[in-house]
């Protein structure tokens, strides 16, 4: 089992920057890919990124190219999604998941946190 706990989210401006954190507890962090998905009210969920164990492999959805960086320490079990120049678009539930591979898609995703909600104001 892997328990997963995200943090960092909040309101911001558009043009703003979050900086989200998920914090990996049970077995070994490393061994996991990890990925961030989010949810709109009214929406599916949807992949945003996604990074291989080593961190040397990452994935992004073309509507968060440039603009979100996801990365991770496996010293701290723990992995980060970067947000810049933020949109009233993104605002949504974001979730960290974990997966054995790297992939974009939910279905690949063992376990997953509760969730951090990013609001952005126009």
């Known amino acids: 089992q892997v328990q997963l706990v995200e943090s960092g989210g909040g309101l911001v401006q558009a043009g703003g920057s979050l900086r989200l954190s998920c914090a990996a507890s049970?077995?070994?962090?490393?061994?996991?890919?990890m990925g961030w998905f989010r949810q709109a009210p009214g929406k599916e969920r949807e992949f945003v990124a996604a990074?291989?164990?080593?961190?040397?492999?990452?994935y992004y959805a073309d509507s968060v190219k440039g603009r979100f960086t996801i990365s991770r320490d496996n010293a701290k079990s723990t992995v980060f999604l970067q947000m810049n120049s933020l949109k009233p678009e993104d605002t949504a539930v974001y979730y960290c998941?974990?997966?054995?591979?790297?992939?974009?898609?939910?279905?690949?995703?063992?376990?997953w946190g509760q969730g951090t909600q990013v609001t952005v104001s126009s």
């Open positions: 998941a974990a997966s054995s591979a790297t992939a974009s898609r939910m279905e690949a995703y063992d376990y």
């Open positions: 049970g077995r070994t962090f490393s061994g996991y890919a």
């Open positions: 990074i291989s164990w080593s961190g040397d492999n990452t």
